[in-house]
């Protein structure tokens, strides 16, 4: 990274750069009123098509959207939205789809928000301002009028004063572990560096330079003028590197536990941690030229890479990363995600069962008998090497998932109604008297981690009464602590 001369890097502009948003009528009353909006925007499209014999009404034409303005109705729709209305701040999507949609099919309502305008007037007062207009159109005693959905948002970070360069593809960290792979791709345009990206789809992280961008493109000359108002030299002399992410709505939902009303403004409440997220997810680190030449030669294996990297990050913390992952001067923890800890699922059990049963097959070449013989087969193997039954096996599995979730649960600093630890707890004192002295080693690591977890050394926690370490640790009443063998556990 290079920094520039004389000028200290600083954030000249933060905020949504794009937003998406959908909303489905609840009430009939609302749809009457909404039927009777298409019946005059078909209207408008009718009137259209009879004045513009001349081809003219391919680019649209401009109407007045009863009392909210000049809109421009566009020729054709797209898919189920059969009229597409705009302007120089939004653009109207509206579908012909029933009363009785839900979150999983095509709204009746559809709002892209321009970047210019969400920037000007601010993410909030933009939303509140289409909402008032829904409300004008479709008013109802009935509430709620329409339940709204964000279908996608871009949050951005513009600093000016650095420019990345093509070496710092090596230095940058990726923490995708619940997603595996994540994709990384470096952009270059007449072999100069203009930015990376990571992820697609649903989630994209994106560093480019901004600048660039703004010296091929007039219409953005507003963004120049705000960087001004905020320090930026109005002679454009200095770098800006813009760094951005994108959420798609299958993403955003595993930020969120319930269904909503407006989701919208759940997630504005929700925007710094949003973007703590992303910084977590994608790190840049300080590493020497020396060390990025030897990450370039594949000279580090994936662990030693990482222990280095995590070395640099303590001893030589990123002055921009810390700068950049900062919202509005805030620095807050990642949101819940629900998504991430681990949750029984029949969908998944069936699904995962059917496979089994393709493999059985196909090892016993359509045999029916082969299936019970693999299963007899797997029951005398835990029996013969660790003394265990198929039953036990399952619940050491499911001990370790209670582990894993109250770990991860605990390191974020999450508030859920589920508490994993106490189930963990309960768990283990079912299990402890029938697998203790055994050979099998996912207990013995399952016991080690639940007995960490509670400040506790193995050899207490095998000898302890479970019912006081119960009692003590979740400050219940003794008389209150049910028996494992009448518990119905559910992995929430």
Known sequence: MIYTKEFEPK??????????????????????KYLKVLRFLDSVKDEAKEKNRTFEFESGISFEFYSFGKFKMMPVGKGRFKYIIM??????????????????????????YRSKYLSLLGHEKAYATVLSMFDTLLSSDTVPLFKSMLMRIDLCTDIAGISYVPMDKYRFQTNFKSNGHIEFREHMRFNRLTGFSFGKGDYMMRIYDKRLELNNNASKLWLTRLWVANGYPDNNSVPVWRHETQMRRPYLKRFRKDSLDDEVTYFFNMLPNLWTFSFNKVEYVEVSDDHAIKILNGSYNPESLRKMMQRTKKSNPSMIWGLASSWHGLKVPSPHDYGHYQSGSYAVAKRMFKSFISTAYKAGRGNPNEVLEIMDMVQNDLSRIHGVSLHDYGSVKLLSTFIDNSQYISDNGFTIDTDYRNLAVKMYNGLRYRLSGLDYPEYDRAESRLASSLNMT??????VDLNELFASAFEIDRDEIQPIYEMEYICD
């Open 11 to 32: 954030i000249i502009h933060q905020g949504v750069d794009t937003l998406l948003t959908s909303h489905v009528i609840m009430n009939s009353d609302s749809y009457m």
């Open 87 to 112: 302007n120089d701040d939004i653009t109207i999507d509206f579908s012909t789809l029933k009363l009785g949609a839900n979150e999983y099919t095509t709204p009746q309502l559809r709002v892209e």
């Open 458 to 463: 193995v050899e207490e926690i095998r000898s």
